[in-house]
């Protein structure tokens, strides 16, 4: 008689598209945030410019989103998460809700100076 053994379902990550659903569900309508989401189609030439850009009262926030702690922005994503910075705006790669949303919370209660610098919490 043969045996079966049960295996345990490895979880996979969320899609980077699932990502970037939950976190747009999860800000709409709020009143200090403004998420413009990366149109990519077959007419546009949008390599290396980050998967969401925000403006959080104000602030300029490119983030690109990773669906695993593996994976790593990509030369042109750095390139572009570099000049982002260079021009005095926050580049984050980030791989749940969460991130984001540390993000926006900082910024709002005046834990992110422009351009980037973290604020110490004493």
Same mark, same amino acid.
């Given at each position: #008689?043969? @045996? ?9 990550? @969320? ?6 659903? $939950?976190?747009? @569900? /999860?800000?709409?309508?709020?009143? /200090?945030?403004?998420? !413009?989401?990366? /149109?990519? $189609? &077959?007419?546009?030439?949008?390599? %290396? !410019?980050? $998967? ?11 983030? *690109?989103?990773?669906? $695993? *702690? ?11 998460? %570099?000049? !982002?910075?260079?021009?005095?705006? +926050?580049?984050? !790669?980030? &791989?749940?809700?969460? *991130? ?7 910024? #709002? ?6 351009? +980037? *610098? ?5």
């Amino acid at each position: #008689m043969k @045996k079966f053994a049960l295996k345990a379902k490895r979880k996979s990550p @969320k899609k980077e598209s699932s990502l970037k659903g $939950d976190i747009l @569900k /999860h800000f709409k309508g709020h009143p /200090h945030v403004l998420i !413009v989401p990366k /149109h990519q $189609d &077959r007419f546009s030439n949008t390599t %290396g !410019v980050s $998967d969401l850009l925000l403006c959080v009262c104000g602030c300029f926030v490119a983030i *690109e989103l990773k669906r $695993d *702690e593996t994976k790593e922005a990509t030369p042109k994503q750095q390139w572009f998460l %570099g000049r !982002v910075l260079r021009a005095g705006g +926050y580049p984050a !790669v980030c &791989r749940s809700v969460e *991130e984001v949303e540390r993000i926006v919370n900082n910024i #709002m209660h005046g834990l992110l100076k422009f351009p +980037y *610098e973290e604020v110490s919490n004493v």
